[in-house]
């Protein structure tokens, strides 16, 4: 009997060695269309990593299985098949605000004026309104985040990963962005990955979260997130949340300790 499959992301056996380094070893994990999945983990554990690999930038090493769309296929040809936020802002130095953000559907060919105009009508609800024409060395580190995000939210592809894309935001800018990006959400109804090392963040914005062991990196724990939606600031205080992340924080911690003592070992 076949069996159909729903996942939009399917990964089974997923490993990656950079010489001497194990990154990941049999990662696996499925991923429903429309789902918002956070990842958290220690520092080295191969969250970027997997990123790499489903963005297209790296393949996994031989004998994993990455489904896309339920066919069967090589990173590579995931590649611009998402929008991928790397943990690096990448910016462009010679480029202002603007040309930053449309870059990726520059370089599909998309027109350029029509382009520049739909970034400029964005730029309030990044919080960089009249900020167009300055260049990344103008700009702070949360304001080129920022731009980078927007430059990824403006490549439209269902599938949308984001490495720590808050990490250089302030508390207020951050919770900001935060129901920003829960907005944006749902009402398109994007899929999307999500790397965090705020324990907070990634179960206030998680359908579910990922919580990685130390490297290699693979599945601790996955834990489903079943707070109402739309998700409001006072949830975080609620029991409910605090269970959940008490839970989140002992996988997190039991692993932490392991990279710990391996690192003062080495
Ligand atoms: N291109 C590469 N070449 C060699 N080693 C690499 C490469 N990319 C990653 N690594 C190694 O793989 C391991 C996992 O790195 P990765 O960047 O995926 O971790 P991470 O979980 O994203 O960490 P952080 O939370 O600090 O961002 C690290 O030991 C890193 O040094
Ligand atoms: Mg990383």
């Not at 950079?18 to 429903?32: H, K, R, S």
């Not at 930053?100 to 105009?117: D, F, K, S």
């Not at 990490?167 to 109804?189: E, K, N, V, Y």
């Not at 179960?203 to 724990?221: E, N, Q, S, W, Y």
């Amino acid at each position: 009997m076949q069996t159909t499959t729903t996942a939009l992301l399917e990964m089974q056996s997923i490993g990656k060695r950079f010489g001497a380094v194990q990154a990941l070893d049999g990662f696996a994990m499925d991923v429903e269309p429309g789902e918002f999945v956070t990842v958290v983990g220690p520092s080295g554990c191969g969250k970027s990593t997997l990123f790499n690999i489903v963005a297209g930038l790296e393949e996994p090493d031989e004998g994993g299985i990455l489904r896309f769309k339920g066919r069967g296929c090589h990173a590579k040809e995931l590649l611009g098949r998402v929008s991928f936020m790397p943990q690096r802002d990448l910016l462009l130095p010679w480029r202002n605000v603007v040309d930053n953000a449309i870059l990726a559907r520059e370089i599909e060919g998309a027109n350029r004026a029509a382009m520049r105009a739909e970034a400029r009508a964005m730029l309030p609800e990044f919080g960089l309104a009249g900020f167009e024409k300055q260049y990344p060395h103008q700009l702070s580190g949360g304001m080129r985040q920022r731009v980078a995000l927007m430059r990824t939210f403006l490549f439209e592809r269902e599938l949308m990963l984001l490495d720590e894309p808050f990490g250089a935001l302030d508390a207020l800018t951050r919770s900001m962005m935060q129901r920003w990006l829960l907005d944006i959400w749902q009402r398109h109804r994007r899929t999307i990955l999500f790397i965090t090392h705020d324990v907070d963040e990634a179960i206030f914005l998680g359908d579910r979260v990922l919580v990685m062991t130390a490297r290699p990196g693979r599945v601790k724990l996955m834990r489903k997130v079943e707070l109402p939606r739309p998700r409001k600031a006072e949830l975080v205080t609620s029991p409910e949340f605090t269970a959940i992340k008490r839970e989140v924080l002992d996988a997190i911690e039991e692993e932490a300790m392991k990279s710990f003592v391996a690192e003062t070992a080495a």
